[in-house]
């Protein structure tokens, strides 16, 4: 049986930012996907920590190498704060999942048309891609 993380807050398929993107998104065991949770709040936590370091040390925000991580953390102008939020995540089979998988509506750039589209299709598959006319 697989487990998927999911943010809660658009039911999409969480992908830990420390796992390289060749890897599955899936884990063997419920305990592996709490660890993965608990890896993710780890990283978000060390960016937060090293802007901190280099403010304190009179340097900008910006000279920290994590800074791009701290601000999606902390910035909610870029809206993604809630990543950084660990009751933002819930831990589901791939069978549950299957159930409840989101579709957002989206506009065919060579017809106008407006379709439904899964959350998760990677962008070159999907009809409103510019490369997958391009193909």
Known sequence: MQYLIINKKNMSIFSEPTRPSWKDSSYASEGAAKAGITRTMKFYQKAID????????????YHSRWYNHYEDATNPDKG????AQRDNFVIMTADEYSMVEPMVEKTNMMTGKKFMESINTPGYMSPACESYWSM
């Open 80 to 83: 993604r704060t809630h990543l």
């Open 50 to 61: 090293d802007v901190a370091s280099v403010v304190a040390d009179g340097k900008p925000e």
